[in-house]
């Protein structure tokens, strides 16, 4: 049954398309992380002495040293479909985990955005697991590997043993307070390697991240509930959910989600893959 399984997804370029850099609007976030306050940026003295000196006075930002700032604004949109069924599959009681290397800010940020993504993430069937969570994990299993009581992923972060991308169910299952989870899909192509050599490609569905069509979200859960119980067993569940293999782009009449704009995306995202 549905309601005894775990799916963990993650979030940039699996469920959220658009992964650039952000700059100019900081948006609510970044009051609350003292290093991303404009007053702790490099400033360009000749460009800002420049502006002075022509009658409009600007402070300017050293590019080079923050190339983020390059990019002012940034339109991300969720993989289509993707959201809908998990939402479905959520009703009919299978367990969601969020796990990200995004900072915990900029989720409870996008939670506030977007409603659906906390309706997903939340209550007894969903959790959410960000970069502070990974990295808690990522060091204990360095520090104390004893402790890890999953041996596959004890031999993941063996391989990497301080790497955001290891988001290993045993990490996971640390860091949310469930049992095991039964698959991962993420577009990691650290991850994907690291599970293939540590013996966890069982647990993850590697999905190519740049391409919003050709992973279609629906084809992408279709997928996944394959891969989470046999086919003969979840046939009559994901009957709704089902697509051609071979489909690459958006049905006849099918609306193209809405772009909103992400601010903070760039200072927000990773801590770094190895921190």
């Given amino acids: 049954m549905l309601n005894s399984r775990w799916l963990a997804i993650d979030l ?17 976030l970044g009051l609350a992380h003292k290093s991303l306050k404009y007053s702790n940026l490099t400033t360009d003295w000749i460009r800002s002495i420049k ?69 997903l993430f939340s209550g007894e069937r969903g959790r959410v697991v960000a970069a502070q969570a990974i990295t808690e994990s990522a060091l204990i299993a360095e520090a104390q590997p004893e402790l890890i009581y999953d041996t596959v992923s004890a031999r993941a972060h063996l391989l990497r043993p301080r790497s955001l991308a290891v988001k290993s169910p045993w990490a996971i299952s640390r860091a949310a307070d469930i049992p095991l989870y039964d698959l991962l899909i993420d577009d990691s192509t650290t991850t994907a390697s690291c599970f293939h050599e540590a013996g966890l490609s069982k647990k993850l569905l590697a999905i190519e991240g740049r391409h919003t069509w050709s992973g279609y979200g629906i084809h992408i859960l279709d997928t996944a509930l394959n891969r989470l119980m046999q086919l003969e067993t979840v046939s009559s569940i994901a009957s709704s959910l089902r697509c051609p293999a071979d489909f690459h782009q958006p049905p006849a009449g099918f609306p193209i989600p809405p772009k909103v704009e992400d601010p903070l995306y760039f200072p927000l995202l990773h801590y770094s893959d190895q921190f």
């Fill in 12 to 28: 940039d370029d699996t469920l959220l398309m658009g992964s650039f850099t952000t700059g100019y609007e900081w948006g609510e």
């Fill in 51 to 119: 502006c002075l000196m022509s009658g409009k006075p600007k402070r300017i930002f050293c590019l080079s040293t923050h190339p983020f700032l390059k990019n002012p604004r940034v339109e991300v949109a969720f993989r289509p479909g993707l959201l809908e069924g998990l939402m479905e599959l959520k009703n009919l009681g299978l367990g969601l985990i969020l796990a990200t290397a995004s900072d915990r800010s900029r989720v409870a940020f996008l939670m506030k955005r977007f409603p659906a993504l906390n309706d």
